[in-house]
């Protein structure tokens, strides 16, 4: 699933149709993106996006890095826990 993130009035709104949209996007979020979102979305920024393993081999501290106009970001971030 991909989904893109855009500023309108002042706030981040959900783009509906990305990553068609992702131009306009200011965060594109992945969670478990198909091969044919990963390479659609590749093509529509014009940036290679790194594989899961090669983000599982990045070192904490170095988790946020730029590569180009390209801003990156890799988190392990919990879900669905039981509680607040």
């Not at 992702?22 to 198909?34: G, H, I, K, Q, S």
């Not at 988790?63 to 180009?68: D, N």
């Amino acid at each position: 699933m991909i989904l893109g993130y855009a500023v309108a009035e002042g706030k981040l709104r959900r783009l509906d149709d990305a990553p068609e949209r992702c131009a306009e996007a200011v965060w594109t979020d992945m969670l478990r993106p198909t091969a044919e979102e990963e390479t659609a979305l590749e093509r529509a920024l014009g940036i290679d996006i790194p594989t899961l393993e090669e983000m599982n081999e990045i070192e904490v501290s170095s988790r946020l890095y730029m590569e180009g106009d390209a801003a990156y970001m890799t988190a392990l971030v919990l879900a669905k826990a039981d509680t607040d």
